[in-house]
């Protein structure tokens, strides 16, 4: 069953430092040192160091935008990056590839737990008239400045990791670009294997019958045993995404001038349809209303508690039509009216303490 992208949390571990590391490389062989690359940015020096860290998407994308502009330009950097990354790069799932015993195995099992590694990629198998073809898109948008470098890291990074599953050859593989051919391409172009662009999609097309392909390096016991262990990393994060979407929705929950956010402005902030983010929340036991009235009751007693503005003013800035409708609100909420809330806040405490 296709997994429902899960929301997108730009500021949470995501990118393997890894990455970082390679992009750090390569902009020292270009002439530019460690400390300018990190000059000014939210990057700990020390966490790129550490084996095992991420990176937020937010951190690596000011780590690209860096190097691409000191660089004076794209210049190939997603390319030369992407011959760079090998499988174990990926950890998990890059051995759980290798384990795979087809070619075909190693790519539905790429598809399948392809966020397990960056969670902005998705994949897509899909088999038509002799062709297989690997569809790549992304579950959040990309500036305009990272498109073309995102796509050109995602296909050929693939590419390169299937080539080695592959034995060091791929033959009669095409990758397909959705935008007109970069000025750097002709520069790679002994490096790469046949690139189509201008495709109107970024995908990897190739025999389906490659997909019947021996791995050597397939073994079915540790295959499977990679499997269950791709399946835990994923349910946990699952978990985590679950529960997750309710702070993620409860903190973008904030009254401006022209009122609350409503369902499609928190999904879209998210990137994700509004129907992908009502399921979600139905996942996680919650729903966009609930959390709503959860974020107008706090404002309510905060109002109630602290300010003198009266029951109707009250009313209309949390977005009530009447004083009554929110009379009943705040009645389901607490078991009291506004009146009754106001007037126990203002009560001093007791000096036994009791209420």
Not at 246 to 258: E, I, K, P, Y
Not at 302 to 330: K, V
Request: with cysteine; hydrophobic share 40%.
């Amino acid at each position: 069953m296709k997994e429902t992208p899960a929301a997108i949390d730009r500021t949470a571990p995501a990118v393997p430092v890894e990455f970082a590391r390679l992009v750090l490389t390569m902009a020292a062989e270009r002439g530019i040192p460690r400390e300018r690359m990190l000059d000014g940015l939210a990057i700990p020096s020390a966490l790129i160091d550490t084996d095992g860290e991420d990176l937020s998407i937010d951190q690596h994308e000011a780590l690209l935008r860096r190097a691409i502009a000191l660089s004076g330009g794209e210049g190939g950097l997603a390319y030369e990056l992407a011959l760079r990354v090998g499988l174990t790069t990926h950890a998990l799932v890059g051995y759980a590839l290798l384990s795979q015993m087809t070619i075909g195995d190693a790519v539905r099992m790429g598809v399948e737990f392809s966020q397990i590694v960056v969670p902005v990629y998705r994949g897509e198998l899909v088999i038509e008239d002799g062709s297989a073809i690997i569809d790549i898109r992304m579950d959040m948008p990309v500036e305009e400045g990272l498109y073309r470098y995102a796509y050109d890291l995602a296909l050929v990074s693939v590419w390169s990791g299937m080539r080695s599953l592959m034995g060091g050859t791929w033959p009669d593989v095409e990758l397909w670009f959705n935008y007109p051919e970069p000025e750097y391409h002709a520069a790679y172009r002994d490096r790469l294997p046949a690139c189509r662009f201008d495709m109107g999609a970024n995908q990897i097309c190739f025999p389906a019958a490659q997909l019947d392909k021996r791995i050597n390096t397939g073994d079915p016991v540790m295959a499977q045993l990679m499997l269950e262990r791709a399946q835990r990393e994923r349910e946990v994060r699952t978990r985590q995404a679950s529960q997750d979407i309710v702070a993620l929705v409860s903190g973008r929950l904030l009254r401006s001038d022209t009122g609350y956010p409503d369902l499609e402005s928190v999904a879209s902030q998210l990137c994700m349809s509004t129907r992908t983010l009502k399921r979600k929340l139905q996942q996680s036991g919650s729903g966009f209303q609930v959390l709503l009235d959860a974020a107008r009751q706090r404002d309510a007693e905060r109002l109630l508690g602290r300010s003198g503005q009266s029951l109707e003013e009250i009313a209309a800035w949390l977005g009530f039509a009447e004083p009554a409708s929110f009379t009943h609100a705040f009645r389901r909420w607490t078991g009291m009216t506004p009146s009754e809330w106001r007037e126990r806040a203002r009560q001093p405490p007791r000096a036994d303490g009791g209420g």
